[in-house]
């Protein structure tokens, strides 16, 4: 049996204290101020995909870790793993039709004994599912033929169904439409079709839904892609209705691209509704977060902690998730892992004085600009992430505990070495 407490070695309390002491005092903190900053750390919570609980792969090959989930059940269960040794994530995000939930009371109540809800759910037109009468090989939404595109709005339908029975309210589309060669689409007609879809697919969610459309710039689709970028989604959106909101994917940008900035207008038009956390270096590369580039992801947690305080930002509330598969690592602790980076990078955003940052930006200086947000970069903020962790009963070190505890081990005790699961 898997042990559900996490006992800090009094040691490495000791260290802990001593190093949270010595951070407060450094930032010159009161201590309610100082607590403060650990609270809004402790809130940030990020969804786990029930697709991330695998090995993944490349087409080129795939060497799984054992001890897989098979199920909907088991892959809940690794989230519980990672729920109580971070306590950073409170939800699950489903994949249908892969976790199509055989006993729905059961599987609530799962969630519930290991304190989780479900997070969005996601439609998959990007496949062919066994029995499908037609196939996606040339698009869903987008498609040319009226009974694929409406089998594709009736799949998402059915995602919806799902989805209320789980109590979830998001449904999160990203479509692989797209070309491969130049004139295989008409551009126009196939952004046209796939409005028409997408709205027919926005009246049938219920009035406290949302919709989060996501865009990708390459891959399946090498030439062009239907929804390429976050200005298309954005007016997919705009056609749809309020509670249809732009989802920024980490990977899904080209090289160098400013994320951050577009993360700034988007909350400036009150359009920025999900974030798919990962690493990435060309595109799509499902790395740890913040594997690469940290300092990309404090700029763009500084982005969305000045909009959340900034009173003439109205955007709804942001739905995080990581969205990375793991061929090297395993993926319980390489999402434990993205769960630290990411809080980190968030704590550090905390730190920036915003108001200096203001009057620095009014004046033009930009040393100081810099300057103040690589004050608050370079903090070594792993005292507050680790203490808004054990303030919840969390791990001190998650990773030492869950190597420690040889959860994988047993893992692969229960359910073999050799099991593939369902996802990406
Ligand atoms: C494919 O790029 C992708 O990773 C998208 O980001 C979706 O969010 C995910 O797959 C699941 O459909
Ligand atoms: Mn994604």
Same mark, same amino acid.
């Given at each position: 049996?898997?042990?559900?407490?996490?006992?800090?070695?009094?040691?490495?309390?000791?260290?802990?204290?001593?190093?949270?002491?010595?951070?407060?005092?450094?930032?010159? !903190?009161?201590?309610?101020?100082?607590?403060?900053?650990?609270?809004?750390?402790?809130?940030?919570?990020?969804?786990?995909?029930?697709?991330?609980?695998?090995? &993944?792969?490349?087409?080129?090959?795939?060497?799984?870790?054992?001890?897989?989930?098979?199920?909907?059940?088991?892959?809940?269960?690794?989230?519980?793993?990672?729920?109580?040794?971070?306590?950073?994530?409170?939800?699950?995000?489903?994949?249908?039709?892969?976790?199509?939930?055989?006993?729905?009371?059961?599987?609530?109540?799962?969630?519930?004994?290991?304190?989780?809800?479900?997070?969005?759910?996601?439609?998959?037109?990007?496949?062919?599912?066994?029995?499908?009468?037609?196939?996606?090989?040339?698009?869903? !939404?987008?498609?040319?033929?009226?009974?694929?595109?409406?089998?594709?709005?009736?799949?998402?339908?059915?995602?919806?169904?799902?989805?209320?029975?789980?109590?979830?309210?998001?449904?999160?589309?990203?479509?692989?439409?797209?070309?491969?060669?130049?004139?295989?689409?008409?551009?126009?007609?196939?952004?046209?079709?796939?409005?028409?879809?997408?709205?027919?697919?926005?009246?049938?969610?219920?009035?406290?839904?949302?919709?989060?459309?996501?865009?990708?710039?390459?891959?399946?689709?090498?030439?062009?892609?239907?929804?390429?970028?976050?200005?298309?989604?954005?007016?997919?959106?705009?056609?749809?209705?309020?509670?249809?909101?732009?989802?920024?994917?980490?990977?899904?940008?080209?090289?160098?691209?400013?994320?951050?900035?577009?993360?700034?207008?988007?909350?400036?038009?009150?359009?920025?509704? &999900?974030?798919?956390?990962? &690493?990435?270096?060309? &595109?799509?590369?499902?790395?740890?977060?913040?594997?690469?580039?940290?300092?990309?992801?404090?700029?763009?947690?500084?982005?969305?902690?000045?909009?959340?305080?900034?009173?003439?930002?109205?955007?709804?509330?942001?739905?995080?998730?990581?969205?990375?598969?793991?061929?090297?690592?395993?993926?319980?602790?390489?999402?434990?892992?993205?769960?630290?980076?990411?809080?980190?990078?968030?704590?550090?955003?905390?730190?920036?004085?915003?108001?200096?940052?203001?009057?620095?930006?009014?004046?033009?200086?930009?040393?100081?600009?810099?300057?103040?947000?690589?004050?608050?970069?370079?903090?070594?903020?792993?005292?507050?992430?680790?203490?808004?962790?054990?303030?919840?009963?969390?791990?001190?070190?998650? !990773?030492?505990?869950?190597?420690?505890?040889?959860?994988?081990?047993?893992?692969?005790?229960?359910?073999?070495?050799?099991?593939?699961?369902?996802?990406?």
């Amino acid at each position: 049996m898997i042990s559900e407490v996490n006992e800090v070695s009094p040691v490495e309390h000791k260290k802990h204290v001593a190093g949270l002491e010595f951070l407060k005092n450094a930032l010159e !903190l009161s201590d309610q101020n100082f607590s403060n900053l650990v609270s809004a750390v402790q809130a940030l919570q990020v969804a786990i995909p029930s697709w991330a609980l695998g090995t &993944g792969g490349t087409r080129f090959g795939r060497f799984p870790e054992g001890g897989e989930p098979r199920s909907l059940e088991e892959k809940i269960e690794d989230v519980g793993i990672i729920r109580n040794l971070t306590r950073a994530t409170n939800s699950v995000s489903l994949h249908i039709p892969w976790d199509i939930p055989k006993d729905v009371a059961a599987i609530q109540q799962m969630l519930h004994a290991r304190g989780l809800v479900i997070d969005s759910v996601n439609s998959n037109t990007f496949q062919d599912q066994a029995g499908q009468p037609l196939s996606y090989k040339f698009g869903s !939404l987008c498609h040319t033929s009226d009974p694929v595109r409406n089998q594709a709005i009736q799949h998402n339908i059915e995602v919806i169904e799902h989805g209320k029975s789980l109590g979830s309210k998001v449904l999160t589309v990203w479509l692989a439409d797209g070309s491969n060669f130049p004139g295989q689409h008409n551009f126009r007609r196939a952004f046209a079709r796939t409005q028409k879809s997408l709205e027919q697919i926005y009246k049938a969610m219920p009035a406290d839904w949302t919709m989060l459309v996501e865009y990708k710039p390459y891959e399946p689709s090498f030439y062009s892609m239907v929804i390429p970028d976050w200005g298309t989604s954005h007016e997919l959106c705009k056609g749809c209705g309020d509670r249809a909101h732009v989802l920024v994917d980490l990977g899904h940008h080209l090289p160098n691209t400013n994320i951050e900035q577009i993360v700034a207008r988007l909350l400036h038009i009150g359009r920025l509704g &999900g974030f798919h956390f990962n &690493g990435s270096q060309y &595109g799509d590369d499902d790395l740890t977060t913040g594997a690469i580039k940290p300092f990309q992801l404090f700029l763009i947690f500084h982005e969305l902690a000045t909009g959340a305080s900034d009173t003439l930002v109205k955007n709804p509330p942001v739905a995080y998730m990581i969205d990375a598969s793991h061929n090297l690592k395993d993926p319980i602790e390489d999402l434990m892992i993205s769960l630290e980076n990411i809080r980190t990078a968030y704590a550090k955003a905390l730190l920036v004085d915003i108001r200096a940052l203001e009057q620095a930006q009014h004046d033009n200086d930009v040393v100081a600009c810099e300057q103040i947000l690589q004050r608050a970069f370079q903090t070594d903020v792993r005292p507050i992430v680790a203490e808004a962790r054990i303030r919840e009963g969390g791990a001190l070190n998650p !990773l030492e505990s869950f190597r420690s505890k040889r959860i994988r081990t047993e893992l692969i005790a229960k359910r073999g070495r050799k099991t593939i699961a369902t996802g990406l």
